[in-house]
Nanobody
Framework: QVQLVESGGGLVQPGGSLRLSCAAS????????CFWYRQAPGKEREWVAQ???????YYADSVKGRFTISRDNAKNTLYLQMNTLNPEDTAVYYC???????WGQGTQVTVSS
């Protein structure tokens, strides 16, 4: 079955860290450009980061220097390491592979004391 399954969200205090995972099945993430998006309550879904097939990475200004997108080709999994989290990072996070028209189910990240 071709799908993306996310995990790793949760509640974290400001300044903390989380790592999101997005496990792919039915295709290889290494052969596709992969994205992370997020959607905060009452807001539009916004682009967070992307990684190309060559491993180049790009970030939204709001997360640059704090978030890192990566992938493990052996595990066929995409990651988003999030450091120095703040309440404005609270959102549902989604992984996306547009060439496969695939979205993960979303994982909630809440940053609160």
């Amino acid at each position: 079955q071709v799908q993306l399954v996310e995990s790793g969200g949760g509640l974290v205090q400001p300044g903390g860290s989380l790592r999101l995972s997005c496990a792919a099945s039915g295709f290889s993430v290494s052969r596709h450009v992969c994205f992370w998006y997020r959607q905060a309550p009452g807001k539009e879904r916004e682009w967070v980061a992307q990684i190309t097939t060559g491993g180049d990475t790009y970030y939204a200004d709001s997360v640059k220097g704090r978030f890192t997108i990566s992938r493990d080709n052996a595990k066929n999994t995409l990651y988003l390491q999030m450091n120095t989290l703040n309440p404005e990072d609270t959102a549902v996070y989604y992984c996306n592979v547009p060439a496969r028209d695939l979205w993960g189910q979303g994982t909630q990240v809440t940053v609160s004391s």
